[in-house]
């Protein structure tokens, strides 16, 4: 029997970055694989980052983690989604290598001082009074103080096409068919669930000719902030369009598709519906856009984004056929659906430790969450309060104001979650100051006191933050008319007569930091610190209201609720909120808040009863 402070089971997104944390923070870590080629492995699309899932992979990296890093490393080409929106909302997107992403991943865990990999099924988890046994489908028997679990997809997962139903994980890879009931023992509640994948074609049989060919582009950062650059683009991604054809397809053989004939029993993203779903939810579109996208350079198979199905093989060829530009396209992997074993989230606290057994920790789908990136913000999350938890070690916590991850943690930790959570921009209410160009001045310290951040990371950080604190003592400067004028008559401003502040001129007009570099400000500031400044500046009013909101928000956060309080013996709570707030039982009045049928009346009850149960 081998013993380890920390026991992670999975090696998906959020088991390396829950090892990785625990291991560099100085815990003995092993992390069980079901199979090591499973590694950081890209299940379904070959990309990381997108709408919100930027953001949160930029806080990973201000915070210490792996994922920003790795992406840079298997680049093939990144773009800047929402840029016709407010800087609120950019977020970066990377197409990666799937093959790369992987094997550097798995280098990365394999060169870590502490960690430990082992492929082996864990089939059953036992509290002991000094912490778990975990034992292994080869009768393997590992003893720890913690255990997280991040299961992903696995957990008695089945796939589906058409009729076809298999056993089985993602992309082929064995399942998990055990650890389901050892949770079930440990008093969890399981839900089903769903997703899916579309199919992967040969590019030589694609006519690219009908398609709009999508590029990097050239001016956007690298995701972490200890990489210097990034390639221009390797590969190219190609927008097209579902056809009338595929909708006819779709709407005949309808009665063969399992999420409508009762073959699937998991309920599935309502954000990233296949394309059988998309043509019956939203019968007045014409047609869907579809983006091909390149699994790896060492492959010619391309992704079909957005043409995910679990309808049958025969039928897939003829959907795929209908696209514009896939006519005589070759599926080389059949698109698939997917059914998986998760628990609910709300028996989880802040910190991702199940409030009645403490130790455990639980990260990404297995939670109903979804995406890669939402998966390695609670990885590193859990892997941190692992470490914490065993060195006896304060929590540790992300908050909505401060990041997207403690929004998503907020989120599926006091909400009932009955379909994948899937992050975006809108359930942020601060993403005014959530933005993807600020994660590290918002969490590299916190980084740092944890003790992930490295002195290279943390150098750079201190870096831009001197360059910014010199760009804003600049913007004090008034500039005369006859200084400013030509540059004004150049982006067709109006030459005012008095003077204004360099701050004046960035707010009041379209002038923009480097215009002003031209006047000779802002020399040698970097680009980073420059579009930080001017973001702050261009939106102060609004930033300001919204630190007033947080701050008026943080009112609630900072009431706590008794961890003994009994919900049901308090009188003028309505019968729902006093069941719900019994079950979920939030740490303060700002979480109670935030739980579906908890009304602000409700709220208000509990204020006066803490008042006068003090």
């Known amino acids: 029997m081998k013993e380890y402070d920390v026991i992670v089971i999975g090696a998906g997104h959020a088991g390396c970055e829950a090892a990785l944390a625990s291991a560099r923070l100085g815990c003995s870590t092993l992390v069980l694989a079901t199979n090591l080629d499973t590694v950081g492995f890209l299940a379904c699309n070959p990309s990381i980052g997108g709408t919100a899932k930027g953001q949160i992979v930029k806080e990973i990296d201000a915070l210490g983690g792996q994922m920003a890093i790795n992406a840079d490393r298997s680049l093939l080409q990144m773009r800047m989604l929402n840029r016709g929106k407010g800087s609120a909302v950019y977020s970066p997107r990377a197409q990666v290598d799937k093959n790369v992403y992987h094997a550097q991943m798995k280098r990365t865990l394999e060169s870590t001082a502490n960690l430990h990999l082992r492929q082996g099924e864990a089939v059953s988890i036992e509290q002991i009074s000094d912490g778990f046994v975990v034992k292994t489908a080869v009768d393997l028997v590992y003893t720890c103080k913690a255990v997280v679990l991040c299961c992903g997809v696995y957990l008695n997962s089945k796939t589906l096409v058409g009729q076809c139903i298999r056993e089985s994980g993602p992309n082929g890879f064995a399942n998990a068919r055990y650890l389901t009931q050892s949770l079930i023992d440990l008093g969890f509640t399981i839900s089903r669930f769903k997703t899916g994948t579309p199919a992967r074609v040969r590019l030589q049989s694609m006519d690219l000719s009908k398609t709009v060919e999508q590029c990097g582009e050239e001016d956007v950062r690298p995701f972490s902030y200890i990489t210097d650059s990034i390639p221009a683009t390797k590969r190219s991604c190609y927008l097209t369009y579902s056809t009338e054809e595929t909708k006819r ?35 007045d579109k014409e047609r869907h856009q579809i983006f091909l996208e390149p699994e790896s350079e060492d492959t010619c198979e391309y992704y079909v984004q957005g043409a995910s199905s679990s309808m049958p093989a025969s039928v897939q060829e003829e959907i795929y056929h209908s696209i514009e530009g896939l006519e005589n396209v070759e599926i080389m992997r059949d698109a698939y659906a997917i059914e998986y074993d998760c628990i609910d989230a709300t028996q989880l606290d802040a910190t991702l430790m199940a409030k009645h057994i403490p130790g455990m920790f639980f990260a990404g789908q297995i939670n109903g969450t979804s995406g890669y990136e939402e998966a390695a913000g609670q990885g590193i999350v859990a892997g941190i309060n692992a470490e914490r938890y065993v060195h006896n070690k304060p929590k540790f916590t992300l908050r909505r104001d401060n990041s997207y991850i403690g929004v998503l943690i907020d989120d599926i930790t006091t909400k009932e979650n009955v379909e994948p959570y899937r992050m975006m921009t809108s359930r942020a209410e601060h993403r005014l100051v959530l933005r993807q160009d600020n994660a590290d001045m918002r969490l590299t310290e916190l980084g740092k006191e944890i003790g992930l951040v490295t002195d290279e990371r943390y150098a750079k950080f201190l870096h831009k933050k001197e360059q910014i604190e010199s760009a804003q003592k600049q913007l004090k400067t008034v500039v005369s008319p006859k200084v400013y004028g030509p540059l004004f008559a150049k982006k067709d401003e109006p030459v005012t007569g008095a003077g204004l502040t360099v701050d004046e001129m960035l707010r009041r007009t379209n002038i923009t930091t480097k215009d002003m570099q031209e006047l000779g400000f802002f020399a040698d500031i970097d680009e980073d610190a420059l579009y930080e400044i001017e973001i702050e500046c261009k939106y102060r009013g609004y930033i300001e209201k919204e630190k007033e909101a947080i701050a008026q928000a943080n009112k609630l956060e900072n009431k706590p609720l008794p961890a003994d309080i009994d919900y049901l013996a308090i009188d003028g709570l309505r019968l729902e909120a006093r069941q719900k707030l019994d079950k979920i039982r939030p740490a303060n009045l700002g979480q109670a808040g935030r739980i579906l049928g908890v009304s602000p009346a409700d709220i208000q009850i509990l204020i006066v009863y803490l008042a006068t149960h003090r």
């Open 249 to 283: 397809i779709i709407l005949e053989n309808k009665h063969l598709a399992p999420i409508y004939n009762g073959t699937i029993n998991g309920v599935g993203p309502r954000y990233c519906p296949s394309i059988e779903d998309k043509v019956v939810r939203f019968a």
